[in-house]
Nanobody, 122 residues
Framework: QVQLAESGGGLVQAGDSLRLSCAAS????????VGWFRQPPGKEREFVAG????????RHAESVKGRITISRGYAENMVYLQMNSLKPEDTAIYHC???????????????WGQGTQVTVSS
């Protein structure tokens, strides 16, 4: 089992930055892949970014490239999502999740956190 806990969400204005954190515990392994997904109100869950637990194979959705960056914090067993130049359309619940392989589809992820709300006002 892997446990995930997201934090760092909040209410911000357009153009602001936020850093989301995903704390992983339990039986997380070097071959696991950690993804960030978001679900805007009334819409499907979508892939934002992913990274291997060893810090390799980072992927970012085309819609967020240049503004949102995923990274690993090794000492703390953390995965971060740095979000800059936020837009109202970034408003969503953000979840981190763990897959056994590189994946961008939600169905491939086995473990999920509860999520953290990000709201961007215009």
């Amino acid at each position: 089992q892997v446990q995930l806990a997201e934090s760092g969400g909040g209410l911000v204005q357009a153009g602001d930055s936020l850093r989301l954190s995903c704390a992983a515990s339990g039986r997380i392994a070097p071959n696991h892949y950690v993804g960030w997904f978001r679900q805007p109100p009334g819409k499907e869950r979508e892939f934002v970014a992913g990274i291997g637990w060893t810090g390799e194979n980072a992927r970012h959705a085309e819609s967020v490239k240049g503004r949102i960056t995923i990274s690993r914090g090794y000492a703390e067993n953390m995965v971060y999502l740095q979000m800059n130049s936020l837009k109202p359309e970034d408003t969503a619940i953000y979840h981190c999740a763990v897959s056994f392989a590189i994946a961008t589809q939600a169905y491939a992820y086995i473990y999920w956190g509860q999520g953290t709300q990000v709201t961007v006002s215009s």
